[in-house]
């Protein structure tokens, strides 16, 4: 009876079923795409301009990745410079003051409790702000993608600081090592798993704050063109560069992913297995 | 009561197969206390949890009053080396868990839990959580839950394993009462030869790699005993016997 | 006392400051930067127009309501997700990809999709507040501790009585981090979708009004609001864990 179950198991889960499914339910998702696109369902009309079919969203894509491949790069680069270089600022900004505020005790007291309630806020809509500030152009979306990426660094590089383990701090005072050293060699790496997942959160929260701020106003960038062929209701361009940001946002997050496995290899994640048989 | 006839388990693992326990035969008599010893990786664990039916066998059968023994079962009661005890629930709640699981009638056994927690010298603390108790409190809470549903043979898997030296002695004088009024079958798995020895009527002794048993030895101490029993030349010659046996320099 | 005497000073600095650098535009434009003064008079003027009830219950309303369906479709989702596990594994892709997935971008289509009115905004809001309810939901259910798992089986339980009886109690703590995670998210996705869409009514609408008409004073009130409703709803959750986490877990475990 044991083997009976264990090879109907096995079958259903060997890893080419698994990943036949997996493409099957794409397949299945596309196809249902395309059959309700301009049909009536339950007495709804989903018209064609609202849900093209998805024959027409892939030309469109190919056309633009393919015959239009300078403009989209041109986009690209913008939207990408505006994540990497807010996302690096506000890194740098967030690691920079966390490390202030665990060293100065006063001016944690003072601050402390604004940074809870900024955090707390959601930096989306400040967004108008920084671009009465800062105006269209790039710098209103660096600035806002910086204070993406800073407040889950600064918070995260508190708290990873703060719990630290006492056990290891009392046995780097027993070899007698110096403030310095128990930071720099025990303190600080015990950090990093906290401070390198802060860093993972601001990546994605820089290029919320990009976007966001594209769509508002900008010039040029990919969140630019959904809202412009948006308003032009060229609903099939809009739909493919939504897919081309959104690879663009897996990719990135596969970036850090990576990065992570790499930098902070003793990192325990017990729900990596959920995903293995 | 239970027999067990040419049992292996074997465990793949990335190099190769490891074989816990090989060709393992054994008769246990119903009322006896029973101790298995060896060191870790003897498969004294594994052998206990194929018992209890929470793991499955390779080769060979176990069998529970003449029946296939391969699934956990009402009979037979599991006692871990951690107290595993669930956070969200009250001691006597924790204590009642097997009594809700096996579906039977909570108000009776409520009564029965209180006064086995007044035994294990837990009265007061009914209402606390587990993390406001100490670590031996904690497993003197799992003892009672074994005990509350009444099963015929306890499985004891290193069950004060974790605990100091003075809380472990204390709760095996405890279990030698709790033993002397019940007369369960007593399966008691632990790597302390002198706790087997001062405990049981036979010990299991088990050499690693793989598993298997050497030799079953009889204790033949007086019973009932008291912690004097260990200055004994009787005691210490048993304790002597199974040091031997496990090839232990002293 | 003593832990409230420096924030206050430093908050009572920065305002006085604040209100003597700004009008003399020697950082920013004063147009840009309203003083303090500028800001509590246009808050007392907010207070007496009629539009900020509605627009504060609208938002509101949007938050609260894809608060309520994020969570609903993240606990029977991952629920379901953890006790089947080929569909887990089926759908691993997809999963992965909506993790990642910036969701704000999704806005447009929203709009597209459902209009301008509340409809999109919802749907936005939920989506956003979706993951982390799923996520949690899924991993503590899956991840439930060997050895209590263990003993549930010594003791012949069912597969619902160990679903109800350990799986369910002991992902609560992952569960709630993971909704009080969503609460936040489901702000930020309404009044993102507010903003972005800039019609019809909500706090977001209006602080695009406001900017486009450079109202800036106008523009810092709602946005002390905001803070202050985020502020409170971040602590009512912080509040209501410890309610539903008596026993005192650390709520924090693989948050996301």
Known sequence: MTAARGSRRGLLYHPGMRWTLSVLVFVGAVALWHWASGRTILGLHIHEIILPPPRDVAEVLWTLVVDDTGFLLEQLQVTLLEIFAGFAIGTALGLGLGLLLIASPLIRKMIYPYIVILHSMPGVVIAPIIIAWFGFGIESKIVQSTLGAFFPVLINTMVGLTLVDEQGLRLMESFTASRRQVFLKYRFPSALPAIFTGIRIGLTFAMIGAIISEFLAAETGLGQLIQRYHYELKIPEMYSVIVIISLLGIVLFFLVEWLDRKLIFWREDPARQLWQR | ?250 | MGDFLPPLLFLAGGLIAWQLIAPTGWLVNPLLLPTPGAIAKAGWELLGAAYLGENFVRTVYVIAVGFVIAVLAGLVLGTLMAVVPLLRLVMYPYIIAFQALPKIVLVPLFIVLFGFGAAAKIVTAAAIAFFPVFMNTMVGLSLVDADQRRLMESLTASRWQVFTKLQVPSALPLIFAGVKVSATYAMTGALAAELIAGTDIGLGRLISTFSFALQMDFVFIIVIVIAVMAYLLFTGMERLGEKVVFWGEDQERGGL
């Open chain 2, 1 to 250: 009561m239970i027999s067990i006839r040419g049992l292996s388990k074997l465990f793949p693992t990335q190099d190769g197969t490891l074989v816990a326990l090989r060709d393992v035969n054994l008769d246990i008599q119903e009322g006896g206390f029973l101790s298995f010893v060896g060191p870790s990786g003897c498969g004294k664990s594994t052998l206990l949890n194929i018992i209890g039916g929470l793991l499955q066998r390779t080769e060979g059968e176990v069998r529970l009053r003449g029946e296939v023994q391969d699934r956990p079962r009402r009979e037979l009661g599991m006692m871990f080396q951690a107290p595993v005890l669930f956070p969200w629930r009250t001691i006597v709640e924790n204590v009642l868990l097997p009594v809700e699981v096996l579906g039977l009638d909570r108000a009776e056994y409520q009564r029965k839990a209180m006064e086995i927690l007044n035994l294990v010298g837990l009265k007061g603390f009914e209402r606390a959580y587990p993390r406001q108790l100490s670590g031996g409190m904690q497993q003197r809470a799992a003892l009672s839950r074994v005990l509350v549903y009444d099963p015929d043979v306890l499985l004891l898997d290193e069950p004060f394993g974790s605990l100091d030296e003075f809380t472990r002695e204390a709760l095996n004088l405890e279990l030698m009462n709790i033993w002397s009024a019940t007369r369960k079958t007593i399966l008691f798995v632990t790597h302390n030869i002198g706790e087997a020895v001062f405990l049981s009527d036979r010990i299991v002794v088990m050499t690693p790699r793989p598993g298997r048993i050497v030799k079953v030895v009889d204790v033949n101490l007086p019973r009932p005993r008291t912690r004097d029993i260990m200055h004994t030349p009787a005691y210490a010659d048993r304790v002597f016997e199974v040091r031997e046996l496990l090839g232990v320099a002293h």
